[in-house]
């Protein structure tokens, strides 16, 4: 008999389903929510074996202690070992965080709080609120939240985050979200910090703080319980959830002192220096005599933050002073050359030839009633039009028409007298040598073809702003969805708003209450109990459409 056999193929047994369940706890030592706890160590078992993740920083006790306690695993329990004595008469919770993870496939341990008191009662207060960002309402995450108690005989209130460890302390999640559990019955000063040094005191000057201008009150936990036969009962916890539910907005101080942030020639023949404030009171001086071939062409930014020299480059240094009152006092010599570049294939003594022209056309196009500028990038000091410029509508043309009028005070920006009109097509054509910039340079004959869509293509929108009282202006930005700006303007009394021919897309409305009347958003200042400058979004998220207006019925109350 012929017996056939065949090799079985070795497979590795599946395992099953992957484990996807955190660690349980099966018990500990005390149990949760224990009294007179007098002892040194706690002891908390899981249902298997656990890793430990940087404890130190996960871990977050409160009250605060002076010591961290020291972290151990024995088999599938956690000690916590106290190197310190604790506070008698008072309620200590244990946050874990993200700091206990499962063994084998590394489920976190999360959302868990150990609570006990060292006294005969639990304190059962509690508060809640949620951290953002003051300038644009993004949640503020990792930030330790503090409570200062103003019990405190020995030092104002206002001065406890500069001083002393808080209270009470939490962190907020990733959705800016936090929450104190165990609290006294007492009024509290709320403060927030993204601490640089974790030492949970406000003492570096980088790190962004949040406050509020009046102390919070805690609540029982034991008033948020549902009563699912009360009808009353659940309206009155929707009304408690509110008085506990607090919103801080989270800040970087600004430093009050003017300050030289940089001065450099940035280009040949530009020399730029860089304020931390607008400087309209920053005087700069040269402290020697100039040759009458060197000459100076002074602007300066939007915002007046930094000041520009253009400059003859034919001199190598210059001796200078700057003066603001007695915070800014620099006097030096600096070099007039600028720095090399690190692109070897651009020769160091290459200079354009012509003064380069830029516009605001955009793909080809120029929006109804815009009209038409030419920039640029440094001072034009002289026009001299020529009889050989072109300007094209459609297919007509005519010689000898451009007409430019200048923008700003510096000659960086002109515009064309002429108006545009929908569904029609435009040529223009600027000859050489007909713009002259304080260096010398001008431009090379310059082509410039662009198309006024008809109204159609573009939606408007159209909201009615009430300003308050006590507010000198509002500062309103239309948005797109990626909180891209797209258009700013300021009004200073309750009136309409309009944003007219906008492509067709999501729109959002972002207003600042600009209580300093600065024209930007300013941050807070804690030691003023100055609050930073409220920033409100509108509720919707508008979609305009081509050919279509969007008037908001309802006024926007700020």
């Known amino acids: ?35 007179n706890f007098s002892e040194k160590e706690i002891h908390i078992t899981f249902d298997e074996y656990v890793t430990l993740n940087n404890p130190n920083n996960h871990i977050l006790i409160s009250p605060p202690l002076d010591k961290n306690p020291e972290y151990k695993l024995n088999g599938k329990s956690l000690i916590i070992k106290f190197k310190e004595s604790l506070k008698p008469e008072t309620t200590y919770s244990i946050n874990f965080g993200e700091a206990i993870k499962d063994l084998h496939e590394g489920n976190l341990f999360k959302d868990y709080s150990f609570i006990f008191s060292t006294g005969e009662n639990i304190d059962t207060l509690m508060l809640e609120g949620k951290l953002l960002q003051a300038d644009n309402h993004k949640p503020s995450a990792d930030f330790f939240v503090m409570l200062y108690s103003d ?12 001083l002393v460890k808080p209270d ?10 936090f929450k104190f559990s165990g609290l006294k019955e007492n009024d509290y000063l709320i403060f ?79 020399l730029r220096f860089t304020f931390r404030y607008p400087a309209r009171d920053v005087k700069i001086e040269v402290l020697e005599s100039l040759p009458d071939s060197f000459a100076i062409f002074q602007t300066h930014s939007i915002n007046y933050d930094s000041i520009l020299w253009y400059f003859t480059p034919n001199k190598d240094s210059l001796f200078l002073t700057i ?3 007695t915070l800014v006092n620099d006097t030096s010599t600096i070099s007039l050359k ?40 440094e001072p034009v000091t002289d026009v001299i039009m020529r009889d050989t410029n072109w300007f094209i509508v459609g297919k007509d043309t005519i010689i000898n028409k451009l007409q430019f009028e200048k923008v700003d005070s510096f000659g960086l920006k002109y515009k064309l007298s002429e108006t545009f009109v929908p569904e029609q ?126 008037d908001l019925e309802e006024v926007w109350k700020l």
Not at 5 to 11: D, G, I, S, Y
Not at 151 to 161: A, E, Q
């Open 1 to 35: 008999m012929l017996s056939l056999t065949r090799c079985a193929n070795v497979v590795s047994p599946t395992g099953g389903p992957k484990d996807t369940i955190p660690p349980v706890v099966l018990q500990s030592m005390p149990d949760n929510q224990s009294t």
């Open 151 to 162: 019990k405190n005989d020995t030092i104002k209130i206002d001065s406890l985050p500069y």
């Open 168 to 177: 009470y302390v939490t962190k907020s999640n990733k959705e800016g979200k």
């Open 192 to 270: 927030a910090l993204k601490d640089g040094n974790s030492n949970l005191k406000f003492d570096l000057p980088n790190e962004d703080i949040a406050f509020l201008d009046s102390l919070v009150k805690p609540i029982d936990n034991l008033q948020l319980t549902i009563n699912n036969d009360s009808i009353l009962n659940d309206t009155v916890k929707q009304e408690d959830k509110k008085k506990i539910s607090y919103t801080l907005y989270s800040f970087l101080e600004e430093d009050s002192i003017q300050k030289l942030l940089k001065k450099e020639v940035s280009e040949d023949g530009l």
């Open 323 to 325: 003066n603001y009152d």
């Open 338 to 377: 600028p720095r090399k570049t690190q692109d070897r294939r651009k020769k160091q003594d290459e200079s354009p030839k012509y003064l380069d022209i830029t516009t605001n056309v955009v793909g080809g196009k120029l929006k109804p009633e815009e009209n038409l500028y030419l920039s640029f990038k």
């Open 425 to 550: 097509s435009y040529k223009l054509i600027v000859p050489d040598s007909v713009f002259y910039s304080f260096k010398g340079l001008t431009n090379d004959t310059t082509e410039i073809s662009f198309k006024v869509p008809e109204l159609s293509q573009y939606g408007n929108l159209f909201v009615t702003i009430e300003v308050p009282n006590d507010i000198p202006q509002i500062i309103v930005e239309l948005l797109d969805e990626k909180d891209k700006l797209i258009e700013k303007q300021i009004v200073d009394s309750t009136s309409k708003v309009a944003f007219r021919y906008l492509s067709p897309k999501k729109y959002k409305l972002r207003a600042t209450l600009d209580k300093d009347g600065n024209g930007r958003w300013s941050p807070g200042v804690f030691v003023r109990k100055i609050l930073p400058e409220s920033v409100i979004y509108h509720k919707d998220v508008f979609d305009v459409k081509a050919n279509w207006d969007i």
